[in-house]
């Protein structure tokens, strides 16, 4: 994957991105001068040790957390400059982002098929037309068959792969995941991380993977290192 193919407009673009906690003695650089493009249909993973700065960077361009200083724009549309938000970041991250995380989070007294459900109904999908596409995503990651399940019922990748599909639901253009294996063994890890790389080539979405796990890294089309809050270019796939 080429990333720096020109007139293409990045899935997410981030331009210098600082953030600072505190002030004086007590000033801490979580991130530091933070520059990144990533394409829709690439995979990414981020790499480095804890506090090195990965999250801090995954929930700024989640827009979850900004930054103190630098420009963010996804598909295009500038959404931060600094802590200034320049549209509704919730209706925004509703509309055009898919979060997944360590654990797969689902709401416990809902079935596999109802938590994706629930994610495309927040955007005024009606019931019916947002049952028919949760099924079509727990078909195309492979859990069909456990639609009707409450999540206790799911193994832990099972549950990563509803999660994955809830994720999916309002098709974002930019996929942002912090250490999703971590609850798996080797084999349900790399599955997962493959599923990652399925998901970015066939249907159009830039994913960004936080992973302490060197075991997959061969499935993402770059990797990148954070240490003391900057970011650096890993190997390419």
Known sequence: ?????????????????????????????????????????????????????????????????????????IGGQPVLDGDQPLTDLRAFRRQHLGFVFQKANLIPFLTAVENVQV????????????????????????????????????????????????????????????EPTAALDSHRGRQVMELFCRVAHERGAAVIVVTHDHRALDVFDRTFEMEDGRLRPGHSA
């Open 1 to 73: 994957m080429n990333a720096s193919t020109p007139n293409r407009v990045a899935a997410v673009a981030a331009e210098r991105l600082t953030k600072v906690y505190g002030s004086g003695n007590t000033e801490v650089v979580a991130m530091n001068d933070v520059s990144l493009q990533v394409q829709r249909g690439e995979v990414v993973a981020l790499l480095g040790p804890s506090g090195a700065g990965k999250s801090t960077l995954l929930t700024a361009l989640g827009l979850v957390n900004p930054p103190t200083r630098g420009r963010i724009a």
């Open 119 to 178: 994610a495309l109904e927040i955007n005024e999908v009606t019931p019916r037309q947002a049952r028919r596409r949760a099924l079509e995503l727990l078909d195309y990651l492979g859990v069909a068959e456990r639609a009707g399940n409450l999540p206790e019922a799911l193994s832990g990748g099972q549950q990563q792969r509803v999660a994955v599909a809830r994720a999916l639901a309002n098709d974002p253009s930019l996929i942002l995941a912090d």
